[in-house]
């Protein structure tokens, strides 16, 4: 029963999952995906993350062959996006896709003709729909029809549906964007557990955390371009072994507390989108002594200060100078010539 479509076409590239080189996909004016370059390990979980219109769901469409790349070129274990689609196919599975066969026809029907479709008995797909919802906390739910579920209900149906085939390597797209705390703990175990049966997990997100817990490796993507790319810990560490966080009382002496952090500990600090935080990699912890005494001499009053291993929030923001909520409206505004100075 498992694997059902690898049995029809092996992999034929052990090592990567997916190579992809300057994936380039323009609509209109917009370079929504503008030199994307990934490559996957067989047996990994790698993450995209990225903001709202980052290119997130343009690559993962153009790597599940849904749209063709203008630039660039992509193989999947080995075989070429473009030019061998149908055998991509056979390797892919993309959440998004699958559960819903027929809105009227309940969550069950529905899960028990992706199996038979996939050349289960009658009763082995029965049995087989029961496992899943039941493991998906939709038993509940399991006669109802589809256009009764709720989104949460919804995305948990459509992993259980890729569950079925369990193709070699999986898409998900923000698998746990609008998911209950509890809901995405079930989730993220049940991503876990698909790798350790074999497969290779792609997924998309614009949780930091999620991805710092679920990924092996992470792609940072903002504006169709991976801005960096590495395990969660090189991430963190490519923005110092340590991360300054600061907040000042008086917040007219921000660009003077700036100026002094950046003095002090000769780097570039950024200033967090939410409530005027202050963040600056340390290359040493014990240089925050210094800058207690910069401050103190320049009379620039301290609310919070602490020194902590930097998260990813830190990290992307270091990167792309800017935070991962800013919104939208903003990063239109942006030409992409003060994207490039930026960055
Ligand atoms: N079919 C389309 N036609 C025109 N523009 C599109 C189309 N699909 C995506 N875009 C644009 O391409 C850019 C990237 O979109 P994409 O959906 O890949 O982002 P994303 O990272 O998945 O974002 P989100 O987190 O909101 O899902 C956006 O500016 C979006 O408006
Ligand atoms: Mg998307």
Do not use: C
């Not at 959440?95 to 996939?118: H, K, P």
């Not at 079930?186 to 998309?204: D, F």
């Not at 169709?224 to 340590?242: I, P, Y």
Request: no cysteine; net charge negative; charged share 25%.
């Amino acid at each position: 029963m498992k694997q059902v479509q690898s049995r029809i076409i092996a992999p034929d590239n052990g090592d990567l999952a997916v190579e992809a080189h300057a994936l380039v996909k323009t609509f209109g004016d917009n370079r929504a995906v503008d030199g994307v370059t990934l490559n996957v390990r067989a047996g990994s979980i790698y993450g995209v993350l990225g903001p709202n219109g980052a290119g997130k769901t343009t690559t993962i469409r153009m790597l599940a062959t849904l749209l063709r790349p203008d630039a660039g070129s992509a193989k999947i274990f080995g075989h070429d996006v473009v030019k061998e689609p149908q055998i991509v196919r056979q390797l892919i599975g993309v959440t998004g896709q699958y559960a819903s066969v027929d809105e009227s026809l309940s969550a069950t029907e529905n899960l028990v003709i992706f199996s038979r479709l996939l050349g289960l008995g009658r009763a082995e797909a029965r049995h087989k729909a029961v496992e899943l919802l039941e493991e998906f906390s939709l038993t509940e739910a399991a006669k109802r029809p589809l256009k009764k579920f709720s989104g949460g209900m919804r995305r948990r149906l459509d992993l259980a549906a890729s569950l079925i085939a369990q193709p070699p390597l999986i898409f998900l797209d923000e698998p746990t964007t609008g998911l209950d705390p509890r809901t995405r703990n079930q989730m993220w175990e049940t991503i876990r557990r698909l790798v350790k049966t074999g497969s290779t997990v792609l997924l998309t997100t614009q949780y930091l955390q999620e991805a710092d817990e679920l990924a092996d490796r992470i792609a940072v993507i903002d504006r169709g371009r991976v801005v960096a790319e590495g395990t969660a810990d090189e991430l963190k560490t490519s923005v110092g072994s340590s991360s300054l966080q600061l907040r000042i009382q008086n917040p007219q002496d921000i660009q003077d507390a700036r100026q002094t952090v950046e003095r002090v500990l000769m780097v570039q600090s950024a200033v967090s989108p939410e409530g005027g935080k202050i963040t600056a990699p340390m290359a040493d912890a014990d240089r925050v002594t210094d800058l207690l005494i910069a401050f103190r001499e320049t009379g620039i009053q301290l609310a919070e200060l602490s020194v902590q291993k930097p998260t990813l929030d830190e990290v992307f923001l270091t990167i792309t100078g800017h935070g991962v909520k800013e919104d939208a409206a903003k990063e239109m505004d942006e030409t992409d010539e003060v994207r490039g100075i930026k960055q």
